[in-house]
C-alpha cells in the first residue's frame, strides 16, 4: 500500500474514533470545549450549547474565598482575652512569651500582704521607704497606716511607697520567698518575682500565668480587686487620726462594667494592663502587654468580644 493510501487510512480510523467518542447532542446543537480556570485550579469543562452562540461562553464565577483569619485584634505585642471562671482564654497573642510585670507585680504584693499580716498590726512608713521612686500617697516618714489601707494605696495609686512598707514590715528576702512560692503553687511557670514594687525589670511572667493570678485573688482575697473598682479610697493615718482622700489612676475605675485591675509602666514593659469585666454574666479578663495605649487597646478587645462572641459572629476578622 503506499503512503498516501496508508494516510488516507489513518485520517479514516481517527475520524471514526472522535465520532465514536462524541455525545449523541439534538440537532442545531454543536458540542464545545472550553477551558475555565479557577483561582488555583486549571478545570476543563465540556458543555453542549446552540450552535449559533459564540464560541466564548462565560461561565458563573466560584464565590470568593474568604478573607484570612488573623488574632491580630489589637497591636499590643502581648494579649489575651479568658473567660475568668473558665480559665477559657477566648483570644490571644503573645500569651506565653515572658514580660517585664511592672505594677501589675503589686497584685501578688497585695495577695500575700493580707495572707501574712495580721489586721490588726500598725505598720510604719519608713524614710527609705518614703523615698522610693514615686509620690502616691503622699506619705510622709513616720506614718502609720492598717495593713488594708497601705493595700488599698499600693493597688489604686499603685504607690511604690506602700510596697517598699510592706516589704520592710515582712523582710524583703521573705517577700520574695512567699511570692515566688505563690506562684509555683498556682501554676505560674514562666513567672519571677524579684521585689515588691515592679520597679525591677526582672519581675517577669506571661498573660497566661496572669490569669491564673486573677482567679486566686478573685476568690481568695476579692477586695483587692474591689478597691481598685473605685474611682478613689479613703485612708486612715492612725498617728494623727487624719483621712485622705487617694484618687484611682485607673481610667475603668468606676465604669459600671469594670470589676477591677492593675495598671503598670516601666521603661522596658511599656504600658501593661490586666482588667475585669462583666460581660452578660461572664467575667472576663484582659491582658494588654508592651502597648502604647493601654487603655485604648483593652476597649478594642471587649469591642472585639461585643461583636465577635457576645452577639455570636464569633469571627476573628
Do not use: C
Not at 75 to 80: E, M, Q, R
Not at 151 to 176: C, H, K, M, Q
Amino acid at each position: 500500500m503506499s503512503e498516501r493510501s496508508l494516510k488516507v487510512v489513518f485520517a479514516i480510523v481517527v475520524l471514526l474514533l472522535v465520532v465514536a467518542g462524541r455525545d449523541v447532542v439534538p440537532d442545531g446543537v454543536e458540542q464545545r470545549v472550553f477551558e475555565y480556570t479557577a483561582p488555583g485550579t486549571a478545570t476543563i469543562i465540556t458543555q453542549s450549547i446552540p450552535s449559533d452562540e459564540p464560541a466564548v461562553k462565560i461561565l458563573p464565577s466560584p464565590p470568593p474565598l474568604p478573607p484570612p483569619v488573623s488574632t491580630r485584634v489589637v497591636s499590643a505585642p502581648i494579649y489575651l482575652v479568658a473567660d475568668l471562671d473558665k480559665k477559657e482564654s477566648i483570644v490571644e497573642h503573645g500569651a506565653v512569651k515572658r514580660w517585664p510585670l511592672a505594677s501589675i507585680t503589686k497584685l501578688m504584693t497585695a495577695a500575700i500582704a493580707l495572707e501574712e499580716i495580721n489586721e490588726d498590726e500598725v505598720i510604719t512608713v519608713s524614710e527609705d521607704a518614703w523615698r522610693t521612686e514615686g509620690t502616691a500617697g503622699n506619705f510622709l516618714p513616720g506614718e502609720v497606716f492598717g495593713i488594708h489601707d497601705l493595700v488599698r494605696v499600693l493597688i489604686v495609686a499603685s504607690s511604690n511607697d506602700a510596697g517598699i512598707t510592706i516589704a520592710e514590715f515582712l523582710g524583703p528576702e521573705r517577700l520574695r520567698a512567699l511570692m515566688n512560692s505563690k506562684a509555683h503553687v498556682l501554676g505560674m511557670r514562666e513567672t519571677y518575682f524579684e521585689e515588691a514594687t515592679g520597679l525591677s525589670v526582672l519581675n517577669q511572667s506571661t498573660a497566661k500565668d496572669l490569669v491564673l493570678l486573677v482567679k486566686y485573688i478573685r476568690e481568695k482575697y476579692p477586695e483587692i480587686f474591689s478597691y481598685s473598682q473605685l474611682a478613689e479610697v479613703s485612708i486612715l493615718e492612725l498617728r494623727s487620726g487624719e483621712s485622705r482622700m487617694v484618687k484611682n489612676i485607673n481610667l475603668f475605675a468606676g465604669s459600671q462594667d469594670f470589676l477591677g485591675g492593675k495598671t503598670g509602666y516601666i521603661n522596658e514593659s511599656g504600658g501593661n494592663l490586666i482588667s475585669l469585666f462583666s460581660r452578660s454574666g461572664v467575667t472576663l479578663v484582659t491582658v494588654v502587654l508592651g502597648s502604647d495605649d493601654r487603655f485604648l487597646e483593652t476597649r478594642k478587645l471587649l469591642q472585639w468580644f461585643d461583636k465577635n462572641i457576645l452577639y455570636g459572629a464569633n469571627s476573628l476578622n
